[in-house]
């Protein structure tokens, strides 16, 4: 039965129940849709194992799920997932809970395609972590991600019964990456494609570094779980998870020591995927045959990549993405789609909150039933869809969605803020300059979080910062309290003036929405006695005085020239850092202050600098020394952030 019969029987069987009544029944008694379960998917979905030999001879396995309603004649687009992450359940006779990005897919009803992507569990041949892109192949053993996709939908639409010969491809995190391969000199049938929360470039921003810095926790964790696999395709082998041996990281992370430490105490020099991380230090050859999205030129699907504004992982990787195509693929069809989400966040959770911080509404339904499923109903089944912007983002601080023409909204104008001396900001630059100055201590690094937690806090990106701005290796600047409401969009850039005694150090910078000391939603009086927290609305008391984190990057100071050619600070002697931080749409509501954190460790965030220009993968114990840290402010060259803002 196809959808339309479905529709004509539902509206039927109302008709029926309404015989004799005055009146139709009304709309919000129709039936409900049916639940979305294994065993729905098993009753209308047939499933079948392929293993798809590539150019090159190479097969990779692929499980199949077909609507059994073909053999009535119905025909249906093609919607794929590629994942180094396995397919499972394995079998023919195994189903899972869902088909598709969401349930709506599953009840809608396409031909579901997973692959395990060459080398992973049941597939053929070798994985290379984000494998590199080969523009030119010269024969049929020069393979990529972009060709595997492309011989795989060839042979799918030539050998799946019932498809409508259109594909859409999809994938978050690490099939976001294989998702936006595909679309490079992609396969005609290939009409949608949504990278979402998409690995683009991991040492620029994405997982393993920012700016320089190691990403410490996050990829110690992975690689705990994420082994090579052995020389023959195999299912997944149970593992028992690391024991930490304590639930604190901070302690964990501050006693392994230097980098070098974790190969010998704890993957045994058996883990080549941590070690190509660890050693590739640089944005080398290595990382850069690796960087995909330069590959993103006249691209032909319509594309709407996503992410989260509080993505822990990888959340630069989307604005990279989308920034090249409007530079060299100006005609295609695509839209960034952006909201208030952690990893992954929008496609499994409501999306009301992250961490203490509400948004007064279910975004991340609303993003599946809004804008995503009519997305690909759009292009893969030629249902209206309306007008798409460009950019479609949730307004943090304001909490509402917000639809744009360009990215960064074409209002938008560059706001400064300069640092100035008695931890003020301010809009101008002041005359007199000076500079404060900090020591950081490899020994006692700063805290990402005020929590005894291991690994990363998923929604560490709206942590309340009070607890570091209390620390005297954190440098404060705030401006007064806003008189109206200040709106920041677009990329941060930072421009700072700096000095240290040693020859290498870190300066991170964080961009905080300080929350009025009396927040307004609750204004005890004087008498009043303490409220009961379980009858207000969750952590409405904390609130008072909250230090929100709104963005933060590090920058390992020794790349402030190049990424690819570190130079030593010449000790004592003020030096230029400028970097980029991830963009943000959020709003300084009136009587909040902005503010600006800067320290030089974020740990186990990212791994320690020892403050020596040195290779810190190879760094001893000893390495490790204090340095004093001065960040100048004022006169005609002082440290400033600059914001995209508009009123």
Do not use: C
Not at 146 to 169: M, R
Not at 222 to 238: A, C, H, K
């Amino acid at each position: 039965m196809n959808r339309t019969q479905l529709t004509s029987l539902l509206l039927f069987n109302i008709m029926l129940a309404g015989a004799g009544a005055d009146q139709a029944p009304s709309p919000e008694k129709a039936p409900a849709p049916p639940e979305v379960n294994m065993k729905y998917v098993r009753e209308n979905y047939s499933k079948y194992e392929y293993k798809i030999a590539m150019r090159d001879g190479v097969k990779l396995f692929t499980a199949v799920y077909i609507p059994k309603d073909v053999m009535e004649g119905n025909r249906y687009p093609i919607l794929m997932v590629r994942t180094p992450y396995n397919v499972a359940p394995y079998g023919e006779d195994q189903f899972p809970e869902i088909l598709g990005p969401s349930p709506l897919f599953t009840r809608e009803k396409f031909i579901f395609v997973y692959q395990d992507v060459r080398g992973r569990y049941m597939s053929e041949g070798d994985f290379t972590i984000v494998r590199p892109q080969k523009p030119i192949k010269k024969s049929e053993k020069d393979t990529d991600e972009s060709s595997d996709a492309y011989d795989s939908i060839d042979w799918l639409i030539k050998n799946v019964p019932g498809n409508t010969g259109k594909v859409g491809i999809w994938g978050i995190s690490q099939p976001g990456f294989f998702a936006t391969a595909s679309m490079i000199d992609s396969h005609p049938a290939l009409v949608a494609v949504s990278p979402q929360a998409p690995v683009t470039d991991y040492y620029l921003g994405d997982d393993v570094y920012h700016n320089g810095a190691f990403m410490l926790a996050a990829r110690f964790n992975m690689y705990q779980g994420f082994r090579p696999r052995g020389d023959d395709p195999t299912p997944p082998v149970p593992r028992l998870p690391f024991d930490y041996g304590t639930p604190d990281g901070y302690d964990f992370y501050l006693s392994l020591g230097p980098l070098v430490n974790a190969d010998e105490r704890y993957f045994k020099n058996m883990q080549p995927y941590w070690s190509m991380n660890v050693k590739n230090s640089t944005y080398n050859d290595f990382w850069q045959a690796r960087s995909v999205w330069k590959y993103l030129k006249n691209v032909k699907p319509a594309v709407m990549i996503v992410g989260g504004w509080y993505d822990q992982e990888d959340p630069q990787g989307l604005f990279r993405q989308f920034y090249q195509l409007k530079k060299e693929s100006p005609e295609t069809a695509d839209m960034l789609v952006v909201g208030p989400w952690v990893h992954g966040g929008f496609s499994r959770e409501d999306g009301d909150r992250v961490g203490n911080v509400s948004f007064g509404s279910k975004t991340a339904i609303y993003y599946r039933e809004k804008i995503e499923f009519p997305f690909f109903m759009h292009y893969l089944k030629g249902q209206e869809g309306g007008k798409r912007p460009k950019a479609w983002v949730f307004e943090t601080g304001v909490n509402q969605w917000r639809q744009f023409d360009e990215w960064p909204p074409k209002q938008a104008k560059k706001t400064g803020l300069f640092l100035d001396g008695n931890g003020k900001i301010g809009m101008q630059a002041t005359a007199a300059a000076g500079f404060d100055e900090y020591i950081s201590d490899p020994a006692k690094p700063v805290p990402y979080i005020g929590h005894i937690l291991m690994g990363v806090r998923y929604d560490f990106m709206t942590e309340d910062q009070r607890f570091a701005a209390s620390r005297t290796d954190v440098l404060v600047y705030k401006t007064e309290p806003l008189d109206h409401d200040v709106t920041v969009s677009g990329p941060i850039q930072v421009d700072l003036k700096v000095s240290t005694s040693g020859t290498d150090s870190d300066f991170d910078v964080k961009l905080v929405d300080v929350f009025p000391a009396k927040y307004p939603d609750y204004d005890a009086k004087p008498d009043d006695p303490p409220p009961n927290p379980r009858l207000l609305p969750a952590n409405l008391i904390q609130l008072g005085g909250y230090q929100e984190l709104i963005r933060g990057e590090p920058f390992r100071g020794k790349y402030r020239q190049s990424l690819t050619h570190p130079v030593p600070f010449e000790p004592g002697k003020p030096d230029r850092i400028t970097f980029q931080m991830p963009d943000v749409l959020h709003t300084f509501r009136a009587g909040h202050r902005i503010m600006v954190q800067i320290q030089s460790s974020w740990f186990p965030l990212t791994d320690r600098n020892p403050q020596k220009f040195l290779d810190i993968t190879t760094a001893h114990s000893t390495d490790f020394v204090k340095a004093t840290e001065r960040i100048y402010w004022g006169g005609a060259d002082g440290s400033k952030v600059e914001l995209l803002t508009f009123e």
